[in-house]
T-cell receptor, first 112, second 115 residues
Framework: GENVEQHPSTLSVQEGDSAVIKCTYSDSASNYFPWYKQELGKRPQLIIDIRSNVGEKKDQRIAVTLNKTAKHFSLHITETQPEDSAVYFC???????????FGTGTRLKVLA | KAGVTQTPRYLIKTRGQQVTLSCSPISGHRSVSWYQQTPGQGLQFLFE???????NKGNFPGRFSGRQFSNSRSEMNVSTLELGDSALYLC??????????????FGPGTRLTVL
């Protein structure tokens, strides 16, 4: 069945370092890949997304890369700050199914 | 625009009872999805509604059901509650457009505790 694997489950980095979170999806027809940030006690919020016709997208300190051949996409956060500490979720979506498949989340801790 | 709202925010029930959760989407959004969030499991898709029609359903037992009203507000119901149903239930709305734009906006969630 459809599945999205996300790694690592926890990640600790020093402030100013980079963080990378990786996801692998199973349905090769998936065509939209959002990333959500969920701070403690708050709702998930979209931070960046990428569509299948694009290989990379960047927004300030955040970037996402997509490798359709490997069915793999990654979130890159540079110059991490304490406020980046949160749980990050990746998801895969196939147009016409109206269904997002989420990864199990990565708890990122940025140490000051 | 007001964001997605969910009521109630917290709920405590006992095993065997049933519960109804409500979600009001962002004005103009016609698609509403529901998710169950538990520690370590991420967000598990329950179902998606558009114009009062369920378009997809996740792998949950029939005790989980939902509906959508003509104003796009949605409810989900869980009957015969089990301890394992304790979770944060999130709904999300999106603006249905042709093409790819499917950004979801989440509500704050309803925290359900089953005793």
């Amino acid at each position: 069945g459809e599945n999205v694997e996300q790694h690592p489950s926890t990640l600790s980095v020093q402030e100013g370092d980079s963080a990378v979170i990786k996801c692998t999806y199973s349905d090769s027809a998936s065509n939209y890949f959002p990333w959500y940030k969920q701070e403690l006690g708050k709702r998930p919020q979209l931070i960046i997304d990428i569509r299948s016709n694009v290989g990379e997208k960047k927004d300030q300190r955040i970037a996402v890369t997509l490798n359709k051949t490997a069915k793999h996409f990654s979130l890159h956060i540079t110059e991490t700050q304490p406020e980046d500490s949160a749980v990050y979720f990746c998801a895969a979506y196939l147009s016409g199914t109206y269904k997002y498949i989420f990864g199990t989340g990565t708890r990122l801790k940025v140490l000051a | 625009k007001a964001g997605v709202t969910q009521t109630p925010r917290y709920l405590i029930k006992t095993r065997g009872q049933q519960v109804t959760l409500s979600c009001s989407p962002i004005s103009g959004h016609r698609s509403v999805s529901w998710y169950q969030q538990t520690p370590g499991q991420g967000l598990q898709f329950l179902f998606e509604y558009f114009s009062e029609t369920q378009r997809n359903k996740g792998n949950f037992p029939g005790r989980f059901s939902g509906r959508q009203f003509s104003n796009s507000r949605s409810e989900m119901n869980v009957s015969t509650l089990e301890l394992g149903d304790s979770a944060l239930y999130l709904c999300a709305s999106s603006l249905e457009k042709t093409g790819f734009s499917n950004e979801q906006f989440f509500g704050p969630g309803t925290r359900l505790t089953v005793l």
